[in-house]
């Protein structure tokens, strides 16, 4: 996927200028250790109501720690965390009303049926949420009967995020929701993701796909070992940390590759057997297909390759996202 | 009970007749849960029920020897049989779905709502204890109608006797809870903890057939202590001070190990 991926819904996505309006979120220079080990070192970031907020990263990377601290499941070391204004540390009472969470690695009892867990949680709210509606838009509908342990991976996951939306919550937190699921289940999940926060829901999103924050995501944190690398759209991040993009061609002729590396939208070219490689930015393939046409050379075999969120995510920290070829469309 | 004191201590922005209606959701859904695993109910219950239907077929146990000091055998196993029920239930019918939730994550789950996890807890405790009265009602009402046990002498006796019995077992079954990483462990711990305690509660051998160095140190366990309550309460009248005491002093020390002992997640 090119760094066009995310232009799909343009309309979508909230200015995210800092102090225009109270941030969903707000994390200042947060810190937890556990003993010796630094989870989070020092996390700062900032979500706009309405904005779907990746938080991605590495294994270990400290993105589920960094959530559990802002919903108050976690006692920060340091730092300053806002929930639409709340401190998770004295308000936590009232963020739990409006902050539905889908943590990782969570099950219910086996011998529940789907229907009696969601009339359970709907009864812990104030003004909760249409249980008949969001099975349906969940695709539970026809399993309000069925005994939680009877379910797919699939189910229990959307049961998940059922719970945690019944409660009409303002902003979702959902930790690796995707996690586990096949490759349409996930789509499914992500349509439903971007329904949640058409209907004015915020969501912080801890996923380790990167293409589910390329899909989804309006802004992402891009964290490791504790800190924040990079902070951008997932366009952004794929452009500003790449080298750009690279133009694979196979000359007709020999030409001089000064003639190239003169021009200012390269940066640099390269030999790779017969074919040759430039990488640059801008109108690359213009540029590159004129001069060469100018000195009497046609390249042909030409390949664009723009870089992604992944390649952001391989340079910025040095790690291979995790089992990536799963989250791979088939 | 201590977890009740537990749930209460947070301020919960639901009006009152929320809060009703969504603890009565919980104690629903654990009332559902430990009739489709029926573990509590056929060790609290029926195997209980069945071993009185047993002794009460007997006929030896029809004779009364001279240590009973006027009952039966079959009287003598009735309220051991109680402590029977009541053991199970609260050692281990009340831990065991504790435990799993924790593993679950079901506690830690809770925690993210505007209810407490403890709720879960006394929802648990709630639906236990009605099983334990009923359990005990049961022995009691089959011993007397079916089988000619004399009636208690002191009903209030009795009923006091079941509920201190009932405080000081639920509190050790809360601190297995407590303490015991996972259900396989809870198990064992609980297994572990029923067995000697039956001994001294006069399965095998009634209590009143025990030499003086068994007799004294049952006085002091739960089980001894509850079968010596509920005892004089049907043979003799209101129940000394003692064995109430030592199962309050059971609940009282049992439960606020567990309080601060006890892992959400």
Redesign the interface.
């Known amino acids: 996927m090119g760094v066009t991926g995310t232009s799909a819904a343009p309309t979508l996505r909230p200015a995210a200028e800092p102090g225009r309006a109270r941030p969903a979120v707000e994390i200042a220079h947060l810190r937890k250790t556990y003993g010796p080990l630094v989870a989070v070192d020092d996390v700062s970031f900032s979500v706009a109501e309405g904005e779907i907020f990746g938080v991605l990263g590495p294994n270990g990377a400290g993105k589920t720690t960094t959530v559990e601290c802002a919903?108050g499941?976690r006692q920060a070391d340091a730092g300053s965390i806002r929930l639409l204004g709340l401190d998770p540390r004295t308000d936590r009472?009232?963020i739990?009303?409006i902050?539905g969470?889908q943590?990782q690695?969570?099950?219910?009892?086996a011998?529940?049926r789907v229907g009696?867990?969601l009339?359970?949680?709907r009864?812990?709210?104030?003004d909760p949420a249409d249980v008949g509606e969001l099975t349906k838009a969940l695709g539970l509908a026809g399993k309000r009967g069925a005994y939680y342990k009877s379910l797919s991976g699939g189910q229990k996951q959307r049961l998940s995020v059922a719970?945690a939306l019944i409660?009409r919550p303002k902003i979702a937190v959902l930790d690796e929701m995707t996690t586990g699921l096949d490759p349409a289940a996930r789509r499914d999940a992500w349509d439903l993701i971007a329904g949640i926060r058409d209907r004015g829901v915020t969501i912080l999103l801890v996923t380790h796909f990167m293409e589910e924050a390329e899909r989804l995501c309006d802004r992402v944190a891009l964290i490791d070992g504790g800190r924040v690398v990079a902070l951008d759209s997932p366009a952004g991040l794929a452009a500003r940390s790449s080298g750009g993009k690279t133009v694979r061609f196979l000359p007709s002729a020999p030409f001089d590759e000064r003639l190239l590396a003169g021009l200012p939208e390269v940066n640099r070219v390269d030999r790779e057997g017969r074919h040759v490689l430039v990488t640059g930015t801008g109108e690359l393939v213009n540029a590159v297909i004129l001069t060469l046409h100018a000195a009497g050379v046609t390249a042909r075999d030409v390949q664009l390759d723009s870089s992604n969120l992944e390649d952001a995510f391989v340079r910025l920290t040095g790690k291979q996202p995790a089992d990536n070829t799963e989250g791979a469309l088939s | 009970m201590n977890s009740l004191t537990m749930a209460s201590a947070?301020?919960?922005?639901?009006?009152a007749k929320?809060r009703r209606?969504?603890f009565?959701?919980?104690v629903?859904?654990e009332a559902?849960?430990s009739w489709?695993?029926p573990i509590g109910l056929i060790g609290g219950v029926a195997l209980p029920l069945l071993l009185l239907i047993i002794f009460g077929l007997i006929p030896a146990f029809k004779q009364a020897p001279a240590a009973f000091g006027g009952e039966t055998v079959f009287d003598a196993y009735v309220p051991i049989l109680a402590a029977f029920g009541l053991a199970m239930l609260g050692m281990l019918g009340l831990p065991l779905?504790l435990v799993?939730?924790r593993e679950?994550?079901?506690l830690?789950?809770l925690?993210?709502?505007?209810?407490p996890p403890s709720w879960v807890l006394a929802a648990q405790g709630v639906v236990q204890a009605l099983i334990a009265v009923a359990t005990v009602v049961v022995i009691f009402a089959v011993s007397t109608a079916a089988f000619g046990a004399p009636a208690p002498k002191s009903p209030a006796g009795l009923v006091l006797s079941v509920a201190v019995s009932m405080a000081g077992l639920f509190a050790i079954g809360l601190l297995i809870a407590a303490v015991a990483k996972t259900s396989t462990a809870a198990n064992v711990i609980g297994r572990l903890t029923f067995f000697p305690l039956m001994f001294f509660a006069g399965l095998w051998l009634p209590r009143a057939e025990m030499p003086s160095v068994l007799l004294d140190i049952s006085n002091y366990t739960p089980l001894g202590a509850a079968v010596q309550a509920m005892q004089s309460s049907m043979q003799t009248g209101f129940p000394p001070a003692a064995p109430l005491l030592v199962l309050v002093a059971y609940a009282v020390v049992f439960c606020s190990l567990a309080r601060r002992l006890f892992a959400w997640e």
Do not use: H, K, W
Not at chain 2, 10 to 15: D, E, G, Q, T, V
Not at chain 2, 111 to 115: E, N
């Open positions: 919903i499941l009472d009232r739990r009303e902050v969470v943590l690695a969570s099950a219910m009892p011998r529940l009696e867990i009339d359970m949680y009864s812990f709210y104030r719970l409660g | 947070r301020s919960l922005a639901l009006p929320g209606a969504a009565g959701q919980i629903l859904n559902r849960l489709r695993r779905p799993s939730y679950l994550g079901v830690r789950r925690s993210t709502t505007p209810v």
